[in-house]
């Protein structure tokens, strides 16, 4: 793809203490073929006002009340205008000033309509305490709890158009669910990149309560058995199983 250009969608909220080390992140990209594109969901706090400091490096900003950050996701989606999207939240950041010339170099070089990498979880002092290493797709590793981080995951817009948008059905799975419709049910072409592209500072709605971690795990298991995953109660159990290997 010649001048291949990538969306890179950033869903904030109430997020003044990270957004700015996000934004940053992007600036910094050695890759300047970028369609930064910040989708608020009417923050409460000084995010707006940092946000407009930046308001000449971005594509698009909106700032409105929505259904959550994958409705908010949808609304970036649907403004990107790239070959390539992919989503840096308000509390991740890249890993290098190489990752989306990595991105775009990967695209380019393989035939893939997917891509993604690993992702390094971090503390407050900014070391790696947990470390999500992806490995090669195979598409079976599905049936036994298996995905790729989310916020290293790229894909051609086009795939948006013909197989869907985040499904608000899903909750806080909605992200996996996407993945397993595309990846799996859908067959695409898939390439692993063997390199720590964001980095993710601890926390997450879907985690900060037990019964937040539960309603999540429903939620998977609701993904599963719509995308036909076989035996997916076992793949349930074994999903989070796989994550004790990250913190060694």
Excluded at 31 to 45: A, L, M, Y
Excluded at 50 to 77: C, Q, T, W
Excluded at 80 to 104: C, K, P, Q, R, Y
Excluded at 184 to 202: P, S, T
């Amino acid at each position: 793809m010649r001048d291949l250009k990538i969306s890179l969608i950033t869903v904030v909220h109430n997020a003044e203490n990270t957004i700015t080390s996000c934004i940053d992140s992007v600036i910094r990209q050695n890759f300047k073929n970028v369609e930064h594109i910040i989708i608020d969901g009417g923050s409460t706090d000084g995010t707006v006002q940092l946000i407009e400091k930046y308001r000449h490096y971005l594509s698009h900003f909106v700032s409105e009340p929505d259904k959550g950050i994958y409705d908010a996701m949808n609304k970036g989606i649907r403004l990107a205008t790239g070959h390539i999207v992919g989503m840096l939240n308000a509390d991740d950041f890249f890993a290098d000033e190489n990752v989306l010339s990595t991105v775009a170099a990967a695209f380019e070089k393989n035939n893939a309509d997917i891509l993604y990498g690993d992702l390094d979880y971090i503390n407050k002092k900014g070391r790696a305490v947990r470390k999500w290493r992806s490995g090669e797709f195979k598409r079976r590793n599905f049936n036994f709890g298996w995905m790729p981080p989310h916020p290293t995951f790229y894909c051609k817009r086009d795939l948006f158009e013909k197989f869907g948008l985040y499904s608000l059905d899903y909750g806080t799975a909605a992200d996996y669910e996407l993945m397993v419709r595309f990846l799996y049910v859908n067959k695409l072409a898939v390439f692993y990149i063997k390199k720590v592209l964001v980095k993710m500072k601890l926390g997450g709605k879907s985690n900060k309560t037990y019964s937040n971690r539960i309603k999540g795990l429903l939620f998977d298991l609701k993904a599963m058995r719509d995308n036909h995953i076989k035996r997916p109660v076992i793949a349930l159990i074994v999903k989070p199983i796989r994550k004790v290997n990250q913190y060694f």
